[in-house]
């Protein structure tokens, strides 16, 4: 049976009550969960780790920062924070926007976003500082939420970056639960670049510290970690697949993306060479087909709600078939992951960004990855 055959098999939108909310899945109760033992099925891997091919130590990028305040840039200047393992990424991304490093964050000219920013700092300043006390209250003189951005590997001054934060409101550091809402006040970052000068920004891209989410993680229930890029994107983005909604899982296997789908009560047809763990694909609103994403004709499925894609190919071949799906104009939704081999394929990187209703950027649970996330109605 072709993937075609088996997607008009797959099962019909349950009737949806009006407001009817998504259970989300694996939402920790308050006691604690009971782990993996064991004696329980063992995790397949999903590829991804430190094996991964991209990965480089950062130490080897660090080299010296401008400390000499005649040099720095005053304006039309933007601050990027490296993914811990992906500076060299970053810096390719930036090329010659590049101005100085500080550990892991990049200063660059202009202020252009930055794929491989784990977060970006919008409106950067710097402001010279007296003291430990001096520094805080500048601070708390433009708003209320701050956290400092301690480089792991710079001889600076986390100490008194530390103190400062001390000085400052408290910012709550506990995991989320999948379903809270990602932060909304505004989070500015700072960091002494040298005892007496701080560069800070009121704005940065993610509501997160240095953008890195972390969610109580449900280890018993999916067959991998792959859902927390879903968690994370759908925090991110503040929107998520309802009830009924009609979801492509391409690259489904082992299957925790379709966990997060299934659980959230869309109908999910799933594809990949290989089977779905078996509780997963046993769900009465998930139906896989044995094949490959590549064999699905979008001519043939009609409307879809989201499509998603984490199949291991290259990313020109996804921006191909991305583009066949956008082409037939039939999908309300996109999130694809883009899978990057030892070099980066920037030229691709830049191909989906310029997508009309895209957004890309590297997740924290990302390794040599994008996320790639499109919808074709964003002011709806
Ligand atoms: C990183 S894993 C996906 C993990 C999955 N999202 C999850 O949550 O469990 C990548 C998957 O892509 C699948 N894959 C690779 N090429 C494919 C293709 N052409 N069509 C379908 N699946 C493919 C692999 O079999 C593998 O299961």
Request: net charge positive; aromatic share 8%.
């Amino acid at each position: 049976m072709t993937a075609q055959d088996k997607f008009r098999k797959a099962p019909p939108a349950p009737a949806r009550r009006p407001g009817q909310a998504g259970a989300f899945p694996g939402q920790p109760a308050k006691a604690s969960r009971p782990q993996r033992t064991d004696a329980g099925k063992p995790r397949q891997s999903s590829g991804h780790g430190r094996r991964n091919r991209g990965f480089v130590p950062d130490a080897e990028a660090l080299g010296s920062w401008e400390r000499d305040p005649a040099k720095l840039p005053q304006e039309d200047f933007s601050v990027h924070l490296a993914p811990r393992g992906f500076l060299g990424t970053l810096l390719e991304e930036l090329g010659e926007r590049t101005v100085t490093v500080f550990g892991r964050l990049v200063l660059a000219e202009g202020t252009e976003p930055a794929a491989w920013a784990q977060t970006s700092w919008l409106n950067p300043r710097w402001m010279p500082v007296k003291s430990i006390k001096d520094a805080a209250s500048q601070l708390a003189a433009i708003q209320r939420n701050w956290r400092a951005h301690r480089p792991e590997l710079v001889q600076g001054c986390n100490r008194r970056m530390a103190l400062v934060e001390e000085a400052l409101p408290h910012i709550s550091q506990r995991p989320l639960a999948f379903g809270d809402p990602a932060p909304t006040a505004p989070l500015g970052a700072f960091t002494l670049w040298t005892p007496g000068l701080m560069l800070a920004a009121s704005r940065t891209t993610s509501p997160f510290p240095d953008g890195e989410v972390h969610f109580e993680e449900n280890k018993s229930d999916p067959p991998g970690r792959a859902y927390l890029k879903l968690w994370e994107s759908f925090t991110l983005l503040g929107l998520r697949p309802g009830p009924g909604d009609l979801c492509i899982d391409l690259g489904a296997a082992p299957g925790s993306w379709t966990w997060v789908l299934a659980g959230l009560g869309a109908r999910v047809f799933s594809i990949d060479k290989a089977p779905l763990d078996e509780a997963i694909a046993r769900r009465s609103n998930v139906n896989h087909c044995l094949g490959s994403g590549f064999g699905l004709d979008p001519a043939a499925v009609g409307q879809v709600d989201w499509l998603f894609s984490d199949m291991i190919c290259y990313p020109a071949r996804l921006l191909a078939l991305v583009r066949q799906w956008l082409a037939q104009g039939s999908m309300r939704h996109a999130l694809c992951t883009l899978k990057f081999q030892s070099d980066t394929d920037h030229e691709t990187a830049r191909a989906f960004a310029a997508i009309p209703g895209s957004r890309l950027r590297h997740l924290s649970c990302n390794r040599h990855e994008l996320t790639w996330f499109w919808e074709a109605n964003p002011e709806s």
